[in-house]
């Protein structure tokens, strides 16, 4: 099963994103290419899952309290 693929990483630049093993960018593992893989929130700003069909559904909107609006 394939890791859950996290929406907003804290620090998304130390990672490669290129398959599910998520290396740290000095250490990548999976053969993927001489450079590190982008997170799309790098790529596309932090609305990114707006831009297009990812198939991933956005989490629910949250108030500025932190609760889920009713």
Not at 9 to 33: L, Q
Not at 51 to 58: L, R, V, Y
Request: hydrophobic content about 25%; overall charge negative.
């Amino acid at each position: 099963m394939a890791k859950k693929f996290p929406l907003y990483p804290s620090h998304p630049e130390r990672i490669c994103w290129g398959c599910d093993k998520y290396c740290p960018v000095d250490a990548m593992r999976c053969g993927n290419g001489s450079s590190r893989t982008q997170h799309p929130v790098e790529l596309l700003g932090d609305d990114w899952l707006e831009c297009g069909d990812w198939g991933i559904e956005a989490p629910p909107a949250r108030t500025p309290s932190g609760t889920t609006p009713r």
